[in-house]
């Protein structure tokens, strides 16, 4: 009987020992098993310009940098171009959530948020405005009016020129009588100038310049080239003005979905963007003006106080402008993105 009684108390003992061991062991494995595998997020990028336009050069690095930073969770396909979505219709589609990523200008955007007309008369370059309160108020902007988030410019460094075909400007007075081509970012200006401004496509502008319709234009600070417009024009005038705004965005129906892993990844790629963009525009404008003097246009450089009376007036007339198209919100923009 007692042999009996041994033999069932080994038998309860290892059958405890076989339970406890059991238990332990599926308390390890539990935690890899449930871990679950990071999920893989596809975003569609869309763009204010076709996909081989000059606007669009820095959009696969970010891409790459994007993908590479989220450890592979994130991938970013092209989506299209205007042919899409035309740029002025890109916010509207991000605000509802059709589009993912924006690749565009907050000049596209102004219609929606006025006071955007005057992020390119900022005198901080991207890396500024995230630490003057720039970036966060214009952050903030797009959060409440357009379901957005600000990731960055990609145009960083990116400036305007006024070029004319035949009269060399010598003092301000000059540009009286003039007509020049002009687009809604620096027409203010233009007309401060005492110009006629004309508003065409840009197909249109090189015949225009070629028939003494228009004898001057504005322009970003590299791509007439890609036009052929130096072939009809006679001199740059420095100094440049403004910053050609891009802005990325990203919606807030996908941001919400993002992992902190994944944001931060769209976000650092972003800030490496503008730093790289910053350095590619100094050397690119620089490429571009030994090509178009050796073409036989020269460079009209105004300087000492004819110089500061121009800029004097590119600013003045650009902020009269967004103060009377935004007059809540101008002078809280003005004074972040103002270097003091």
């Known amino acids: ?58 959009l696969k690095p970010f891409i790459e940098k994007a993908e590479k930073k989220s450890n592979g969770t994130l991938k970013i396909v092209w989506g299209g171009g205007p042919e899409a979505i035309p740029a002025f219709q890109l916010a509207e589609a991000v605000k509802n959530g059709m589009v993912d990523i924006a690749w565009t200008a907050h000049t596209y955007n102004v219609s929606h948020i006025p006071v955007l007309e005057g992020v390119k008369l900022a005198t901080y370059d991207a890396e500024g405005l995230r630490t003057s309160g720039g970036f966060e108020f214009i952050d903030k902007l797009y959060q409440e009016k357009l379901n957005t988030h600000l990731l960055g410019n990609f145009l960083n460094g990116l400036t305007y020129n006024l070029y004319t075909t035949k009269k060399k400007i010598e003092s301000l007075d000059d540009f009286k009588g003039m007509t020049i081509r002009t687009t809604p970012a620096y027409q203010a200006f233009v007309e401060g100038l005492g110009a006629a401004v004309v508003n065409t496509a840009p197909g249109e502008v090189y015949q225009a310049l070629e028939r003494n319709v228009v004898q001057g234009y504005g322009w970003p600070s590299v791509g007439i080239v890609d036009f052929g417009w130096h072939e009809v024009t006679g001199y740059v005038i420095d100094p440049a003005f403004y910053s050609v705004d891009g802005a990325a965005l990203v919606s807030d129906k996908v941001w919400k979905t993002l992992s902190e892993q994944q944001k931060t990844a769209l976000t650092d790629a972003m800030k490496e963007i503008e730093k790289e963009a910053k350095e590619y525009y100094k050397n ?25 009376k121009y800029l004097k007036i590119a600013y003045d007339k650009g902020w009269e402008k967004v103060e009377k198209s935004a007059p809540q919100d101008a002078a809280k923009l003005r004074e972040l993105i103002t270097k003091k």
């Not at 238990?23 to 539990?30: D, M, P, R, Y």
């Not at 690119?284 to 105004?302: D, H, P, W």
């Open 1 to 58: 009987m007692l042999k009996k009684k041994r033999m069932i108390s080994i038998m309860i003992t290892g059958l405890l020992l076989f339970l406890a061991l059991t238990g332990c062991g599926s308390e390890t494995k539990a935690p890899a098993e449930q871990q679950a595998k990071p999920k893989t997020i596809t975003l569609k990028i869309h763009s204010a310009w076709a996909e081989n336009n000059a606007m669009n050069f820095h």
């Open 284 to 308: 690119k404008i620089s490429e571009e003006r030994k090509t178009i003097e050796k073409a036989g246009v020269k460079t009209t450089a105004l300087s000492g106080e004819l110089a500061e």
